[in-house]
């Protein structure tokens, strides 16, 4: 008897190919099942009606929480309500909603967020990543550069909104992310660095003769107008943002580019 054969006419080389044909089968379906663990089942755009599932959808996927926050299962999470305020442009899967109450509280386009979690973003050591800077105790405002605090905030409108209160620095990366604003009917609110042009601190009025040294120093924000800051979302806790409330803070500000005056939102040619 050949040496080659295993069993009658059953030789290594097919035990081979079959193995691999079965190792490249089962890899396929395990694959395809570990690409379903987020999101799905899925569910219909207009309706929210969960759709079967099938043999591909995988496991929950469990996440472990650092700093002692135990376990988080995205698949445990109510799903996001459908009965936003909002309408379909027209009547077709894929339709852009356009807003039908009003747009800066909507949560729509680029004012739309996420619920994250609400509890404060966190360093890598466990300590609140984003804080005052008279909380840091490590960070301070190089005293060549502008303080800030006490400047004048205008809004997109050029209207007076209040002054700046505190500035909030991010210790993990060491910048500023949030100004606190006073506004003129004594509320606090937050604004997002990355909306905010400080006037006032050219460097060619530094160092050129020609140029006024008398130039206006405030903070201009023109992503919404001085009305709207009002209603910028507030911090549930004094000295403390959560991700929950950060999320928000952005939407806010960042559907201003599109919502805050009706131009905005209207095209441009």
């Known amino acids: 008897m050949n040496a080659t054969y295993i069993v009658g006419t059953f030789d290594v080389a097919e ?16 694959l395809n099942k570990e690409s379903r663990r987020e999101g799905y089942p899925l569910e219909e755009e207009e309706t ?4 079967p599932g099938s043999l591909f959808d995988g496991d929950k ?7 002692g926050r135990g376990t988080y299962v995205p698949e445990d999470v109510a799903r996001d309500d459908i009965n936003v305020p909002g309408a379909q442009s027209f009547k077709a899967a894929g339709a852009p909603w356009v807003p039908t109450g009003d747009p800066m509280k909507a949560g729509m386009g680029p004012g739309a967020f996420a619920n994250r979690a609400k509890y404060p973003d ?4 466990g300590r609140p ?4 800077l008279a909380d840091s105790h490590e960070l301070i405002i190089s005293p060549n550069d502008p303080q800030l605090i006490g400047w004048d905030v205008i809004g997109a409108d050029k209207q007076a909104v209040g002054k700046v209160s505190d500035i909030w620095v991010d210790q993990a990366e060491h910048l500023i992310r949030y100004l606190e604003i006073e506004t003129t009917t004594g509320k606090k609110v937050m604004a997002p660095m990355m909306v905010a042009v400080v006037h006032g601190n050219s460097l060619l009025g530094k160092i050129l003769p020609t140029t006024n040294h ?3 120093q405030y903070v201009e924000i023109d992503a919404i107008t001085a009305a709207q800051f009002e209603d910028v979302p ?3 806790t004094a000295r403390i943002i959560t991700r929950y409330e950060e999320d928000r803070i952005q939407a806010y500000f960042g559907g201003g580019y599109m919502y805050a005056t009706p131009e905005r939102s209207e095209a441009w040619i």
């Open 122 to 125: 966190l360093t890598f050591d």
């Open 129 to 132: 990543r984003i804080v005052p």
């Open 234 to 236: 507030a911090l549930e």
């Open 48 to 51: 929210g009606r969960i759709l």
């Open 214 to 216: 008398d130039e206006r």
């Open 15 to 30: 035990l081979a190919f079959l193995l691999f044909f079965g190792f490249f089968i089962a890899l396929v379906f395990y």
């Open 61 to 67: 996927k469990t996440f472990q929480l650092p700093n």
